[in-house]
C-alpha cells in the first residue's frame, strides 16, 4: 500500500524505536534550533512560537486510514520535519491516538521548550518520550545547537528537569556526541552530570550517523563512544543498529512510500529495505527508477551511502 500522506510517514527504521510511525506536526524544517548535526539540513523557520501548524483533523484521518490496514508499528512517533512541541495541539493530539490504539505513544523533542507548563502537560500522556541533548553548558548551546535568541540554556535544563521529576511514564535521554567539541572527557562529564539528576529509564549515547548540516559535525568512533559510555553509568547504551521487530505486516514497497521515508530522514538502503519490510533487490530497484527520475540522490557518509530526497536533505533525534 503506497501512503499518499502528508503527515503520517514509515513506519521508519528507528534505531531507538524499531518500527516507528511518524506524525510530523510541523512543516519542513520548523525548530527551535539549527543543529549542527541536523540531518533535515538548516533550518529555514527557527522560531519558538506555539501554534496549530497543521489540521489535527487531517493527521487523525491519515491515522486512521493507517490503522485501518491492521498494520502494526512497533510505536507512533511525534516527529518528523522539526520540533513537534512546537504544535500547540500535540496534548490532544496525544490523547486523540490513544482513544484509537494500543501501540505506544513516543515524543522526540529537543527538549527547548519544556520549560513551559503547557508542553510538560501536553506530554503528560504519552507513554515515552526521548529528550535530547548534545550541550553541558551555554557556549556549547550556541555552538552546536544555535537555537533562537528567545532561549537560554539554563531555562531549558530547568525546564528539563521539572518534566522528568512530573512525567509518569518513561523518558529514554539522548545524549548527542561530536568529535572534537562534545567528545572530551569534561565536556562529557557535564553532560553525564545532566542525565544524574534526570534519572532516565535509559540513557542513549548517539553521535553523527547520517550527512549532517554542517561539515563541523563529526562522528565519534565507536570505541570512544564505549569509552564514554562508563561516565553515564548502567543504564546508558550505544545508540544500536535498528533490526526490525519480527512478525509484524508490512507495506509493500512503492515508490511514494519510500520518497516520503526519504523526504524526513536520509537512509541506507538497509533502513529503506527493513523499514518497509521489502527486499533490498526491490528497494534498489525504485530507488533506481527515483535517481533516474531526479527525485531522489545518494550521498556519502562515513563509507556508506544514503538516500535522500531532492529538496530536503533528509531523526537525528
Ligand atoms: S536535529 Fe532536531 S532539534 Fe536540531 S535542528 Fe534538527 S530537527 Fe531541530
Not at 13 to 35: A, E, I, Q, Y
Not at 292 to 312: D, H, L
Request: proline share 6%.
Amino acid at each position: 500500500m503506497s501512503c499518499p500522506c502528508k503527515y503520517v510517514f514509515g513506519p521508519v527504521p528507528s534505531r531507538r524505536l524499531g518500527r516507528s510511525l511518524g506524525l510530523d506536526l510541523v512543516p519542513f524544517k520548523t525548530c527551535t534550533f539549527d543543529c549542527l548535526y541536523c540531518q533535515l539540513g538548516r533550518t529555514t523557520d527557527l522560531t519558538v512560537k506555539r501554534k496549530p501548524y497543521v489540521p489535527s483533523q487531517a493527521v487523525l484521518e491519515e491515522l486512521d486510514r493507517y490503522l485501518k490496514t491492521g498494520i502494526r508499528p512497533d510505536y507512533i512517533t511525534f516527529s518528523g520535519s522539526g520540533e513537534p512541541t512546537l504544535n500547540s495541539d500535540l496534548g490532544c493530539l496525544i490523547a486523540a491516538v490513544k482513544r484509537r490504539t494500543r501501540i505506544p505513544v513516543a515524543v522526540l523533542t529537543n527538549a527547548s521548550l519544556l520549560w513551559k507548563p503547557a508542553v510538560r502537560d501536553a506530554l503528560a500522556a504519552a507513554d515515552v518520550v526521548l529528550p535530547s541533548l548534545s550541550a553541558g553548558n551555554s557556549r556549547i548551546f550556541h555552538l552546536v545547537n544555535r537555537p533562537h535568541s528567545d532561549l537560554k540554556y539554563g531555562l531549558m535544563l530547568e525546564g528539563l528537569l521539572k518534566f522528568a521529576h512530573q512525567f509518569k511514564g518513561k523518558i529514554w535521554f539522548e545524549v548527542f556526541l561530536l568529535k572534537g567539541i562534545t567528545s572530551m572527557e569534561k565536556e562529557v562529564e557535564r553532560l553525564a552530570k545532566v542525565a544524574r539528576k534526570i534519572n532516565p529509564s535509559r540513557i542513549q549515547l548517539n553521535t553523527v550517523i547520517r550527512p549532517p548540516s554542517d561539515p563541523l559535525a563529526k562522528p565519534v568512533s565507536t570505541e570512544k563512544m564505549r569509552h564514554l559510555a562508563f561516565q553515564f553509568g548502567r543504564n546508558a547504551e550505544i545508540l544500536p543498529d535498528f533490526h526490525a521487530s519480527r512478525g509484524s505486516k508490512s507495506r509493500t514497497g512503492e515508490a511514494t512510500g519510500i520518497k516520503a521515508l526519504l523526504g524526513r530522514r536520509p537512509c541506507t538502503l538497509s533502513d529503506i529495505a527493513q523499514g518497509l519490510h521489502i527486499s533490498h533487490s526491490e528497494a534498489l530497484k525504485i530507488l533506481g527508477k527515483l535517481i533516474e527520475q531526479k527525485s531522489v540522490v545518494s550521498k556519502r557518509q562515513n563509507g556508506q551511502a544514503f538516500f535522500t530526497t531532492i529538496g530536503a536533505q533528509g531523526e537525528n533525534r
